[in-house]
């Protein structure tokens, strides 16, 4: 039997105070709601669903296109410094935001004081070509990006995944590289 996944449901961060983050996603950056701010909740059971002993929380949905970003206040978190861990870290992560003109989208959110890592990279070669892509980060520091997809040979694409596929190492080969 092979997983079948149909799509994307929604992406949850962890962010230190939702209803400032509320203030960034939603009014900053228009993303509706599409769930009010719950209340916060505890219990044994949600301790085991999110494997957090004793947590503590409240969360809203909001609508990115068609997935769904989960903000997470947790009551307590542990100290593990005051950023979050930089890109290149196992774990990180990042939100990308698709766009219809990036470097538009870009100069709006500067002018709402949004700092961004770079100018807009332009990408015309290789496996992202059209892509037009820039990074930025939230107000806890959470790594969020801006793509605007200028074109796409999708026919390029396909020989070259299958090309991949067939040459690519074996499980096992691809598991004695992995560093312990």
């Known amino acids: 039997m ?6 994307i449901h929604h992406v949850g961060l962890v962010v230190r105070d939702l209803d400032r983050s509320i203030w960034f996603y939603h ?22 669903g999110v494997g957090v002993p004793g947590a503590r929380l409240r969360q809203v949905s909001l609508l990115a ?4 970003m989960e903000l997470i206040e947790y009551a307590e978190r542990p100290d593990g410094g005051p950023q979050p861990p930089p890109n290149n870290n196992l774990g990180a992560a990042h939100v990308c935001f698709k766009v219809a003109d990036v470097a538009a989208t870009k100069a709006e959110l500067e002018s709402h004081g949004v700092a961004f890592y770079s100018e807009v990279n332009v990408v ?4 992202l070509a ?5 990074y930025f980060s939230d107000p806890d520091g ?19 995944a299958a090309e991949y596929l067939r040459s690519r190492p074996s499980k096992e080969q691809a598991e004695s590289r992995v560093p312990a």
Do not use: K
Request: charged letters at 25%; proline letters at 8%.
């Open 124 to 127: 015309d070669d290789g496996p």
């Open 142 to 160: 959470l790594a969020l990006e801006l793509v605007e997809i200028a074109y796409y040979d999708q026919e390029a694409r396909r020989l070259a």
């Open 65 to 68: 296109g068609e997935t769904i």
């Open 27 to 48: 009014d900053l950056l228009g993303l509706p709601f599409v769930n009010e701010p719950t209340p916060w909740f505890e219990g044994p059971e949600l301790s085991v």
């Open 130 to 134: 059209g892509w037009r892509w820039v």
């Open 2 to 7: 092979a997983i079948t996944i149909q799509a």
